[in-house]
């Protein structure tokens, strides 16, 4: 088959897991012997030109432009709010992104056509995807096409930027511009349910499908009489790793061979150093390439995830399984679907810092069980590995359902809203 996906952001330019999981995909369809293009966008070039530029990369066709817009979408939080109120107007109607879009479908001819996230890239691209008669999937990621920002808190549910009246034109905009595309493919439970129940994507086929997990070995755990814990991501304050300082810092106050790894970079860093403060069991390392991350999980013991806000299913969760590493997780939005509490790791209550310190206590304490917890972690990764997503991916474009009642739970499948 020929696939085209379109993504707003696409390696070398990225900020979370998104497009990791859109390369991993394209590269696991192109392992199964299928054509596979890539349609992203990209900074202002040097010489001003917004023209589409192809290049191959990994064997893959790689189409990248600079929507006309204010600005890329890359540097969206570098600017004050009116600057990214304006920058959103004009990406949801982009006209030149469209055409551009349009043009590069026409050269490339594709059976199928794959999107991930469409904001930097504009809006109006489902509208021609439909003209050309193509097959459209859709993965989501998050809850962008509701609350511009993003991001949705707990407790702020109904906070400005997410049911005000500018929020709510901007969500009927989205919900229609997007319509109901073949397929809607959502790694997460939660996230299904949040757009069925604000009325997107009526006529779409829904299917879930978690994120793929990468093809790596294993870390090599070296058994320690301390307990080392891993923050890898954004870090942001809305992904809780503030909470996560305030409770490692009441931690070792009793548990005091414990120590904390942060990886990644972020707005929130010059004030998690500040919350650190001189603690030298906390230790932060900056931002990593994926092809580092594997030193990072060698040392870890637990990776946490203290998101504070409504995630999809944040891929450093399946990263952490493949590697063999147990993962703490926040009980909010679609991440904890990945996590069984006991099994390959431990759930506490979102925003909770006791609940959050009750966790990592756990961790310290239960030494015993860690072994099984980690073999429980690698065998979920496995039964999510980029071949096996693949071949699902596969058959979903062919028409195939394999769902298979033993593989229920991670293949892919109609969604049924009662399930829990």
């Known amino acids: ?20 999981v859109v390369e991993e995909e394209a590269l696991a369809l192109k392992a199964l012997g299928h054509d596979v293009s890539i349609i992203t966008a990209c900074p202002v070039r040097e010489d001003g030109s917004v023209e589409p530029r192809m290049s191959v990369e990994n064997g893959l066709r790689v189409y990248r432009f600079f929507p006309l817009n204010l600005f890329f979408y890359g540097e969206l939080g570098q600017h004050p709010a009116p600057a990214r109120l304006l920058w959103h107007l004009r990406d949801a109607g982009n006209d030149h992104a469209a055409r551009t879009v349009e043009r590069i479908l ?38 962008q096409l509701v609350a511009p920002s993003g991001l949705i808190l707990k407790g702020k549910e109904h906070a400005f930027g997410v049911t005000d009246p500018l929020s709510r034109l901007f969500a009927g905009m989205a919900r229609s511009r997007f319509g109901s595309p073949d397929m809607v493919i959502s790694p997460s439970r939660f996230l299904l349910r949040f757009h069925e129940e604000r009325g997107f994507f009526p006529q779409s086929q829904k299917v879930l499908l978690p994120n793929p997990a990468p093809h790596v070995m294993p870390a090599k755990h070296a058994p320690s009489g301390e307990t080392r814990f891993l923050f890898l991501g954004q870090v942001e304050t809305h992904k809780g790793i503030l909470l996560l300082i305030e409770a490692f810092r009441r931690l070792v106050k009793e548990r005091p061979k414990a120590r904390l790894d942060v990886v990644g970079a972020g707005s929130g860093l010059e004030e998690a150093r500040r919350v650190a403060g001189k603690d030298v069991r906390i230790s932060f390392y900056g931002k990593k390439k994926p092809a580092q991350f594997a030193d990072m999980f060698s040392k870890a013991d637990y990776t946490v995830v203290p998101s504070l806000c409504y995630e999809n299913a944040p891929t450093v969760i399946v990263e952490s399984f493949a590697y063999g590493v147990p993962v703490a997780v926040a009980s909010i939005g679609g ?36 072994p099984e917890r980690s073999r429980a972690a690698v065998r979920t990764a496995e039964l999510l590995a980029a071949p096996r997503h693949a071949e699902r991916l596969e058959a979903l474009y062919e028409g195939r359902d394999p769902a298979l009642e033993e593989r ?13």
């Open 1 to 20: 088959m020929r696939v085209c996906f379109i993504s707003n952001l696409f390696p070398p330019y990225g900020r979370g897991g998104a497009e990791r």
């Open 106 to 143: 026409k050269i490339e001819r594709p059976e199928i056509v794959h999107t991930h996230n469409l904001k930097g890239i504009g809006f109006r691209v489902p509208a021609v995807i439909r003209k050309l008669g193509l097959f459209h999937a859709h993965t989501l990621h998050d809850v």
């Open 335 to 370: 991440a904890p679907e990945l996590v069984q509490h006991e099994k390959n790791g431990l759930v506490f209550e979102a925003d909770n810092v006791g609940a959050l310190v009750a966790a990592l206590t756990r961790a310290c304490d239960e030494k015993g069980a860690w």
């Open 408 to 420: 229920e739970p991670i293949a892919p499948m109609r969604y049924q809203p009662s399930l829990t």
